[in-house]
């Protein structure tokens, strides 16, 4: 077998046997493929697509390229959540001791954030000292104790997407729904969880921004899912506007702990919730309104919040900061925006948010970059509300005071207003399971 041959049948159109993308992922990774001969290879799969079952066998043996979490002896209760990325996304903080709270084993391995994007490691780390690394041992012993542990991705997992991931970024193939599904449902396969529930983010603030592509990739990411033998259902989710009010880590992880308090912001509650009862069913066999009754109740009971504090603890957290979360660091300046006209909120640039956030110092342009977490941006504006001239839309938090007037110049432009108040947009947009 030869990787000339293979570049050539993909070239021409034609899909790939197993055998062909597992002798293309183990010599790539391997480094028996040089990266020129697979740069072409992502090309064409860039231009002529792969089926299903392609993608299936593609994410399969990425899957398989490292480390597998094998998290069997939880059971069918196994139950992972992924978001697609956007701005203001804390729900992992939330989903994830709620879903415990509700009987859920959740075993989780999350990223840091890149660009305009925020990391669950990052918002994690809020918490001085929580541990992103546990021993094999003390992710299990901790998971089977509490029910819940999320630490960041481990360098063994998946490697085949690292080194992929890296050639699609400067080869112009990231934007490939093939390879953007498999690069995803490889790391999902990988931390070893029998039920998937996919969020898809779709709009301004997301990677997707047509509701048709967002469609698109979570369809093929079920697909393959199921394919795969794993439970996977995708809620297709709006971020046209940034989710919550805060921006930023340590504004998030005190946001997550008020709709963890039950007063939080309702659409963010909403989704948090939507995607809980999803998990819920996958892993208990729960119908959907039994799922959501109880994701509210243990919202309203306060379960969620007391599973949250155990967690935190388990893992190293300061106990008085996660029972006194007002008293975490600030940012040391703290600047209002104003908006210039009168007006309903009508639309809103998220990615400029995300950007401006990144420019206070809460994001960062390249891997390893250094970010501060006191850092972000608190909106006091969201689509609908009526604004007078003058009036406060957003509080912009960061150490640096240099980084203030260009933030504040972005958020200002990322807002626009009407005279007529805009409709209202559901915070799911679709549901797809098979």
Not at 6 to 17: D, H, P, T, V, Y
Not at 321 to 327: A, C, G, K, S
Request: charged share 25%.
């Amino acid at each position: 077998m030869r990787i000339y041959d293979i570049i050539e049948k993909k070239k021409r159109g034609l899909a790939l046997s197993r055998e062909e993308i597992e002798f293309f992922i183990g010599g790539f990774t391997g480094g028996a493929i040089p990266d020129y001969q697979a740069s072409a290879l992502l090309m064409a799969i860039y231009f002529q697509g792969m089926s299903a079952e392609e993608c299936a066998c593609l994410t399969d043996a990425m899957s398989r390229s490292g480390e597998v979490i094998d998290l069997e002896l939880f059971g069918r209760h196994s139950a992972d959540k992924h978001s697609s990325g956007g701005v203001g996304d804390k729900t992992t903080l939330i989903v994830a001791p709620l879903a415990a709270s509700m009987g859920c084993t959740v075993a989780k391995m999350s990223g840091r954030g890149l660009g305009h994007t925020g990391g669950t490691v990052d918002k994690l780390e809020s918490f001085p000292g929580y541990r992103t690394a546990l021993s094999r041992e003390e992710f299990v012993n901790q998971v089977r104790e509490i029910g819940v542990a999320v630490v960041g991705q481990t360098e063994n997992i998946t490697p085949a997407d690292k080194k992929l991931y890296a050639l699609r970024d400067v080869t112009a193939t990231v934007d490939s729904i093939p390879l953007i599904a498999a690069s995803i449902m490889s790391k999902k396969l990988a931390a070893g969880s029998r039920s998937v529930t996919l969020d898809v983010k779709c709009g301004s603030g997301a990677f997707m921004k047509r509701v048709s592509d967002a469609c698109e990739l979570a369809e093929l990411m079920v697909d393959i899912g199921c394919a795969c033998g794993r439970r996977t259902a995708a809620l297709v989710t709006d971020m046209s506007f940034p989710l919550g009010r805060c921006v930023g880590n340590t504004l998030e992880v005190k946001e997550a702990l008020e709709v963890l308090s039950g007063r939080g912001d309702e659409r963010l509650t909403e989704l948090c919730v939507e995607l809980s009862a999803d998990m819920a069913e996958g892993a208990l066999g729960l119908t959907h309104e039994e799922a959501l009754a109880k994701a509210r109740e243990h919202l309203a009971n306060r379960l969620a919040l007391k599973k949250f504090k155990e967690w935190m603890i388990a893992q190293g957290a300061d106990a008085e900061l996660v029972e006194h979360p007002d008293r975490l660091p600030c940012a040391r300046y703290i600047t209002e925006v104003r908006a210039t006209e009168s007006g309903y909120v009508s639309e809103c640039d998220t990615e400029l948010i995300g950007k401006a956030a990144q420019l206070l110092g809460a994001g960062r342009v390249r891997v390893g970059d250094e970010i501060d977490l006191t850092a972000g941006i608190e909106l006091a504006v969201s689509r609908g509300d009526f604004v007078m001239a003058g009036s406060v839309i957003a509080y912009l938090h960061s150490s640096s005071e240099k980084s203030l007037e260009d933030a504040r110049e972005a958020v200002m432009s990322a807002y626009k207003f009407d005279f007529i108040a805009p409709k209202a947009v559901p915070i799911v947009l679709h549901r797809i399971t098979k």
